[in-house]
């Protein structure tokens, strides 16, 4: 009843930029954390960076100062401000979410991944 989409991901050249966007939808009341995660070939997926319902962030070093997450709560919707790009950031972004639902329960969503390739 619920569902992430990313999008924006796609080929950029070092030092380059991209915005990235994630939309939930569904049966949904409130949205509580919101998170980015990365996840390169052959690699464990590992914490990007996160955003509380009250504006609240985290970053993982390797990305602090260079990326900026935000959030539109009316909207539903996660952004990640990506500057500066390196070739190893590039990976599939996946954006999830700690939703409550029309159940009136909290549970953790996923999406399904966007692409981001940096390379010259």
């Known amino acids: 009843q619920v569902q992430l989409v990313e999008s924006g991901g796609g080929l950029v050249q070092p030092g380059g930029s991209l915005r990235l966007s994630c939309a939930a939808s569904g049966s949904i009341l409130g949205i509580n954390a919101m998170r980015w995660y990365s996840q390169a070939p052959g690699k464990q997926r590992e914490f990007v960076a996160a955003i509380t319902s009250g504006g609240m962030t985290n970053y993982a070093d390797s990305v602090k100062g260079r990326f900026t997450i935000s959030r539109d709560n009316a909207k539903n919707m996660v952004y990640l401000q990506m500057n500066s790009l390196k070739p190893e950031d590039t990976a599939v972004y996946y954006c999830?979410?700690?939703?409550?639902?029309?159940?009136?329960?909290?549970?953790?969503?996923w999406g399904q991944g966007t692409q981001v390739t940096v390379s010259s």
């Open positions: 999830n979410a700690d939703v409550l639902t029309l159940q009136q329960y909290v549970a953790r969503f």
